[in-house]
T-cell receptor, first 113, second 113 residues
Framework: QQQVKQSPQSLIVQKGGISIINCAYE??????FPWYQQFPGKGPALLIA?????SEKKEGRFTISFNKSAKQFSLHIMDSQPGDSATYFC????????????FGKGTKLTVNP | KAGVTQTPRYLIKTRGQQVTLSCSPI?????VSWYQQTPGQGLQFLFE???????NKGNFPGRFSGRQFSNSRSEMNVSTLELGDSALYLC????????????FGQGTRLTVV
């Protein structure tokens, strides 16, 4: 059972454009929603995270939008740069007292120059 | 401050053998989690340790085991290796038992032939 569904699987954006990646979760016990960025040959790096008590969090060019009623959250990358080309994973934790991270399947982002 | 260190970076083993992977968390971090990453299944939780105690275990067979030492360093062991165990094994550390703000190492790439 996939508890966190992520879309799209791949995304191609022009430099300067906005990249949008969406995730949906099923378990209402989740209470922490991070996004990770992974470059080839590297481990995932924490990008930004949100709690369900806020609807939006912004850090630089990266913004998380959170819709608790719809059980959806999304990552927006403004002014996308070629250096942003990587695989992005959404995740959720806090299920039933466990702090393990449940990951989406990932989105491969390509930003063309 | 040094990041999460995983050794070895690459490993080739034969079916039926066993393997031990090592993880040194960020200094001061007491929680260590392990994840398996494959192209098909994505990132899947293996287990989490805090203060030498296993707090959570993912849905993996008993061939997968781990432990944590008093200095927070952790090892995971896979016995009777199968071809399907080929994956990137990632270790993540965090300050507290909550597992929030988990920082990942670069992983150990295990290939079973």
């Amino acid at each position: 059972q996939q508890q966190v569904k992520q879309s799209p699987q791949s995304l191609i954006v022009q430099k300067g454009g906005i990249s949008i990646i969406n995730c949906a979760y099923e378990n209402t016990a989740f209470d922490y929603f991070p996004w990770y960025q992974q470059f080839p040959g590297k481990g995932p790096a924490l990008l930004i995270a949100i709690r369900p008590d806020v609807s939006e969090k912004k850090e630089g060019r990266f913004t998380i939008s959170f819709n608790k009623s719809a059980k959806q959250f999304s990552l927006h990358i403004m002014d996308s740069q070629p250096g942003d080309s990587a695989t992005y994973f959404c995740a959720a934790s806090g299920q039933g007292g466990s702090e393990k991270l449940v990951f989406g399947k990932g989105t491969k982002l390509t930003v063309n120059p | 401050k040094a990041g999460v260190t995983q050794t070895p970076r690459y490993l080739i083993k034969t079916r039926g053998q066993q393997v031990t992977l090592s993880c040194s968390p960020i200094s001061g971090h007491r929680s260590v989690s392990w994840y398996q990453q494959t192209p098909g299944q994505g990132l899947q939780f293996l287990f989490e340790y805090f203060s030498e105690t296993q707090r959570n275990k993912g849905n993996f067979p008993g061939r997968f085991s781990g432990r944590q030492f008093s200095n927070s360093r952790s090892e995971m062991n896979v016995s009777t290796l199968e071809l399907g165990d080929s994956a990137l094994y990632l270790c993540a550390s965090s300050l507290s038992v909550l597992g929030l703000r988990a920082f990942f190492g670069q992983g150990t790439r295990l290939t079973v032939v």
